[in-house]
Each structure stands twice: as C-alpha cells, then as structure tokens.
C-alpha cells in the first residue's frame, strides 16, 4: 500500500461525468464534514469557507481534536506503553493497532486528496477537489483493508450519518489502491467501548459512488448558499451565537 497512484482507473462509472472542465465555484473542495454542513445549511459553508469566519466548535470538539491526537501517537510509539485513559475501553484494540504499526501494516492519519476525476493528488494543490482524512488504514491481504475511524461522540441518533461516512471512506479507499477487493469499515465509540462495522466489496461500494459525485459537484459548483435556520441546525452553529452574530437568520 506504499503507492498511493494508480495508472488506470477500471472502477469509474460511466454514468458518471468526471471531466476536468467542470466550472467549480466558491467553495472548490470538500470533504465528508464539508458537504454534511453544506447539505444541512449552506449559508453556514459561506460564512467559513467564503467568508472565512472561524468557528467556535466548542470544548466537545476540542476534547474529540486532543483523545484523536492521543489514539495517533500511542499507535506510532509516541506515548510509551501504557494505553491512555482516553482510549482504555479499546486498550486492546489499540494495543494491536500498535503491533501492526510496528509491522508495517498500518497508516495513521492519512491526508489523501483526489481530483475532480478521482485521481489521488496533494492534500492541498492547484487540482485538489475532495480530501479524505483517515484515523486508521490496516493492510489484511494484498486485496483488502480496514478503515478504522475514532469516535468521540454518541453513537444513538447518528448511525445514518456515520454509515455514510463510512461509505465514503470505502469509496475513497478502492480509488486509492486498485488491487483491493473488500474494505472493512469500523467507527470506535471511544467513550462506550462499542462499534458499528461494515464490509464494501468494490462493486458494492462503487454502486454508490455516482451519487456521491453528484452531491460533490452540487456543493463545489454552487455560487448561492441560502441558509435552513431551524433549532436544530443552529443549535450546533456558533455563527448565530455571541454579541456580533455573522448569521442573521439564526434560529434560537
């Protein structure tokens, strides 16, 4: 898995158009987190990514940034021997993923970036279109893989939003190695000790790949972004919030 290119490309889609061509607007890239908020209000991405307004995740997203940092470098033999607290209910997940790591056969953290035509280029370049941010990759066979992404959140309430990601990952993945055959995709609730798991078979996760294109190129094209004020989407966002709110139409 040392190649991160590949010459031919026989799982493109036909129905897909992947030319270069395409006009892309204001907000060029994406990303699963991304085009989750740019589905959910659009407005929010043209505060960020336009505006370029920093927002406030909150202490939930700090803690989440500070125990992923933590899984990275207990699995490179950056923190010693002992499984972090953070990570105690997977010690022993952890402690093989630290085996495997020093076996070669895991990749932490990988950046990988795609062009409009799927094909893998720099995390930030001229043609860079999608990003693909990995917790974890483990090399099983010459033909198939797991993508292991930690949680630190709930797991109740976001299985359909999870389960997607999951989907991209393995879509992302079978462009990124032509030789594998199954995918095996994993989310760790670090905070329960549980995990919701699915297995992608490259036709299998392929059937899907269109549509995501679709949803891709609806985001990185778009030159309006009109905002979905509601409860529960504000709820989330801080650009309503503070005594000089960007968002105007903020729902409380």
């Not at 987190?33 to 740019?38: N, P, Q, R, V």
Request: net charge negative.
């Amino acid at each position: 898995m040392d190649n991160l290119t590949q010459p031919n490309r026989p799982d493109l889609i036909s129905t897909v158009e992947v030319t270069e061509d395409v006009e892309l607007g204001l907000v060029p890239a994406w990303s699963y987190s991304a085009l989750k908020t740019f589905e959910t209000c659009a407005y929010r991405t043209y505060i960020a990514k336009v505006k370029r307004v920093k927002e406030d995740y909150g202490p939930a997203a700090e803690r989440g940034t500070r125990i992923h940092d933590e899984a990275e470098r207990f699995v490179r033999h950056e923190l010693g021997d002992e499984v972090p607290d953070s990570l105690r209910k997977f010690s022993q997940n952890f402690l093989e993923l630290k085996q495997l790591f020093a076996d070669g056969k895991v990749q932490t953290e990988g950046e990988w970036g795609f062009t409009l035509s799927w094909e893998p280029t720099g995390w930030i370049s001229p043609d860079t279109w999608a990003r693909v941010k990995l917790d974890a990759l483990v090399s099983e066979t010459d033909t198939s893989a797991r993508v292991i992404d930690y949680k630190t959140g709930k797991q109740a309430g976001n299985e359909i939003a999870h389960s997607q990601q999951a989907l991209i990952y393995a879509i992302a993945t079978f462009f990124m190695f032509p030789d594998l055959e199954i995918v095996n995709t994993e989310m760790w609730y670090l905070d329960h000790g549980t995990t919701m798991e699915q297995t992608y078979t490259r036709d299998e996760a392929m059937i899907f790949m269109p549509k995501l294109h679709e949803r891709a190129i609806t985001m990185t094209t778009a030159t309006k972004f009109p905002p979905n004020p509601s409860t529960y989407n504000c709820r989330w966002c801080s650009f309503g919030k503070g005594p000089e709110p960007h968002c105007e139409w903020a729902s409380s």
